[in-house]
């Protein structure tokens, strides 16, 4: 990098952000019961190698058995129940509530529940790239995700 590097950048436009969490960016159809929002990727704040954002998931919504190629995917729980289940059957599970951080490795089959029959559960979503891969497994999960679909930026109608 060398000195040079910092005589091209100008650091007040191109430093920190801050990105109010009023103004994040509810870029995609909205669903009832659902919201979604980008905070950080390339169109809003120059990213080039995360995405960012909040997603609301309703109650007892379910994924179908994915995984998301490549992407590393880091999800808070602010508020609710999160039920992971992963593996070649969906065979592991494990909980995560408000304060808990998920981390989901590359090519892990897994599917995300909303745990609570009541209450949304709120998140907030870092992936490790902007390209929203998801790869369907024709796996028979466990909780059949036939109740509620469960649609944020990466899992599509």
């Not at 091209?8 to 929002?37: C, E, K």
């Not at 950080?40 to 080039?48: L, P, V």
């Not at 929203?132 to 469960?150: A, F, G, R, S």
Request: with cysteine; glycine share 8%.
């Amino acid at each position: 990098m060398g000195s040079d590097y910092h005589h091209h950048t100008d650091w007040r436009t191109d430093g920190v952000q801050v990105i109010p969490g009023d103004s994040l960016d509810p870029n995609t159809a909205q669903t009832p019961g659902m919201n979604r929002a980008t905070a950080i990727n390339r169109a809003r704040a120059g990213a080039e190698k995360i995405w960012a954002g909040t997603v609301h998931i309703h109650p007892d919504a379910k994924t179908g058995a994915h995984h998301h190629g490549d992407l590393e995917s880091v999800i808070y729980v602010v508020k609710g129940r999160a039920r992971m289940r992963w593996g070649e059957n969906l065979e592991f599970v494990a909980e995560a509530g408000p304060g808990d951080f998920i981390f989901v490795p590359p090519y892990v089959p897994h599917q995300e529940i909303n745990a609570s029959a009541d209450e949304t559960l709120e998140c907030v979503l870092v992936r490790s790239g902007q390209d929203p891969v998801v790869v369907n497994l024709d796996i028979e999960p466990v909780e059949k995700p036939e109740h509620v679909k469960w649609i944020d930026p990466i899992h599509r109608e």
